[in-house]
């Protein structure tokens, strides 16, 4: 792969030499695309701290835990919000089914104080990770699964592509903290990139690979 392995994992204190993810742009997903690619080096930090910004997006703090959902966000995700006073993306084809999607991903919860990100080869020791991204291409997506299965007698549900945004399959599935999402499974997305994010992504479930050592991809 041409950029590196990204964790995540929660604290409650900002670890050292740490930064802000604002500081560097309003996107987490774009902030860990830069630190994969080497252009963020260090630990880069996010928590709900009502005097800086979390992320640009109206659900982005309810994906990491820190609240519950914005009651606008099943219009805004599909045929437009008048209390939000803004047209829907309409990535769900009602406000209806965007509300029972919302519902069928359970509590969040978060990971610590602070969600932070890092490159894997950034430390020594293991802070508690909760799961890996890797951005890659189509084919090397492709051969990572392939390594996956490799270790694997799970045919159908090792791999989901699920519903969300960046930072849901970047972090909140993969790393176990939506209720519904499973610790067993490994996350393809996003199914839609924001803008600065120019290839598609695995997460790998940290506990996943514990629990089968020398069998799941580590680059």
Request: proline share 8%.
């Amino acid at each position: 792969m041409k950029t590196s392995p990204v964790c995540v994992y929660g604290s409650d204190q900002v670890p050292e030499n740490a930064v802000r993810s604002s500081s560097f742009s309003d996107c987490l997903a774009c902030n860990m695309y830069q630190i994969a690619e080497g252009r963020i080096t260090g630990p880069v930090y996010a928590g709900n701290d009502p005097s800086h910004l979390f992320c640009r997006c109206m659900g982005g703090p309810a994906w990491f835990g820190y609240r519950g959902f914005d009651p606008r966000l099943p219009g805004l995700m599909s045929t437009g919000s008048e209390a939000a006073k803004q047209d829907g993306k309409h990535l769900k084809e009602n406000e209806n089914i965007a509300c029972e999607t919302y519902k069928a991903v359970g509590e969040i919860k978060t990971l610590g104080r602070y969600v932070v990100m890092r490159r894997c080869d950034d430390f020594q020791e293991d802070p508690g990770v909760k799961c890996i991204v890797c951005f890659a291409s189509g084919e090397q997506i492709r051969d990572l699964c392939a390594l996956a299965h490799f270790g694997s007698h799970n045919v159908f549900n090792l791999i989901s592509v699920p519903w969300g945004p960046a930072c849901a399959t970047l972090v909140t599935y993969p790393a176990g903290m939506a209720e519904n999402a499973s610790l067993s499974q490994i996350s393809i997305g996003p199914t839609i990139l924001p803008p600065g994010v120019g290839c598609p992504k695995t997460a790998w479930p940290w506990e996943s690979r514990q629990r089968s050592p020398g069998r799941w991809p580590m680059m």
